[in-house]
Structures are given as C-alpha cells and as structure tokens.
C-alpha cells in the first residue's frame, strides 16, 4: 500500500520560517494536499494541488512537489499556525492515503 | 456545511449507522467521503462515494464491514457499520470532495465537527 511519511515534529520561532516534510515514492508524479488540524478542531485545507491556496488561507502558507518529497512552507509563523499538519495524496489502489502527521510547536 | 449525527457506544460485533447532513452546496454535484481520528492518532480515509452514488470504495480496514450510501433528496451521507470493532473507536468525520463528482484525485475542502465512536463491551 501506499504510505507517506512526515516528521512527528517541527518546532519554530515566532517570525521563522517552517518547513514540513512529506515524503513518497514518486510523490511529485501526484497531487499533494495539506491540512491543517488544530487541537480539538476538524481539518482545515490550508493547500491543494501542491501549491495552490483555497479561499481564506493565508498566503504565508505555501507548497511544493518535486521526485519523492513535497514541502509545506509556514512563512512568519504565528501562534495561531501551532497545529498538527498531515499531507495527502490519491494512489490509484488505496484511494485517498494521510501522511503520519506533523506538530508544529510556535 | 456538514453535520453528523449518529454517533455512540457500541458493542463489539454490532452496529452502528451515521448520517451527515450537507447545506450550502449542490450536494449532489460532489463525492464525499467519510475520515477517521482515532484517540490521540492520525487521519485516516475510511470510505468515499460518488456524486450519482453509483460508486463507492473502501479502505482495507472496513471493506465488507462498513456501507457507504447517500441520499441526494435529503442532502445526507450515510454510513452503516457493521461487525464493529474496538479499534473502529474514532472520531468519524464527514468531508466533501473539493472539485469532482466522480471519485478520483481530489482533496477535501469542508469538514463537519464530527461524531465519535466508542466501541466497548
């Protein structure tokens, strides 16, 4: 089955630059989606289609997919971007497959 | 939109069905899908249903136990749990698809608050 795999954490000063990892076997052949997950909060889609925002995001969040790794960018980081961040992607047999998840720490 | 409703406590081995009612979109128009959260863990894509309702597809984990079905009259998503287990206990979120009607590439771009699950003797 298809997995895809992030680091547990990311910590980062307020005003720094975060960078969360995703990473797949030929993943940049595939669309990367990110969701944003606060504590006690439903998912919130923060990018689609690698690199594209939804209405209402922030453009400080930011996205990337290139071989086998995609990127989510959190420029200026803020508290209120503390939040566990999972990537997702489509596989053709196991359909809609999560990342491991990642938590960020402001 | 997205509401669900049906959640609860169950006994291994019984059942368990889950509605979501959906507003402010065409409902019929979208997939959607169901996603689980179990305590403390991560996301996890259960089931996804076309638009027309005419497909449908399962994670591994559920497949022969769990039903998805929708009614485009009453705007809801439904899902019938059956031959439930304790590691079924989650939190159950509803999800639109964000662009297309048929299941495919596609992210999930509305949540509803979702509906926790116990399953417990």
């Known amino acids: 089955s298809y997995e895809l795999t992030q680091p547990p954490s990311v910590s980062v000063s307020p005003g720094q630059t975060a960078s969360i990892t995703c990473s797949g076997d030929?993943?940049?052949?595939?669309?990367v989606y990110w969701y944003q997950q606060k504590t006690g909060q439903s998912p919130v889609l923060v990018i689609y289609?690698?690199?594209r925002w939804p209405s209402g995001i922030p453009r400080r969040f930011s996205g990337s997919n290139s071989g086998n790794t995609a990127t989510l960018t959190i420029s200026g980081t803020q508290a209120t971007d503390e939040a566990t961040y999972y990537c997702q992607a489509w596989d053709s047999t196991a359909a809609f497959v999560f990342g491991t998840g990642t938590t960020v720490t402001v | 939109h997205l509401l669900e409703s049906g959640g609860g406590l169950a006994q291994p081995g019984g059942s368990l069905k889950l509605a979501c009612e959906a507003s402010?979109?065409?409902?019929?128009?979208?997939?959607m899908s169901w996603v689980r959260q179990a305590p403390g863990k991560g996301l996890e894509w259960v089931s996804v249903?076309?638009?027309?309702?005419?497909?449908?597809y399962y994670a591994e984990s559920v497949r022969g136990r769990f039903t998805i079905s929708r009614d485009n009259s009453k705007n809801t998503l439904y899902v019938q749990m059956n031959s439930l287990r304790v590691d079924d206990t989650a939190v159950y979120y509803c999800?639109?698809?964000?662009?297309?009607?048929?299941?495919?590439?596609?992210?999930?771009?509305?949540w509803g608050p979702g509906a926790m699950v116990t399953v417990s003797s």
């Open positions: 030929k993943l940049g052949d595939r669309y």
């Open positions: 402010g979109f065409t409902f019929y128009a979208y997939a």
């Open positions: 999800a639109k698809g964000r662009a297309v009607t048929e299941v495919g590439e596609d992210a999930f771009d509305v």
């Open positions: 289609e690698d690199a």
């Open positions: 249903i076309s638009g027309s309702g005419e497909s449908t």
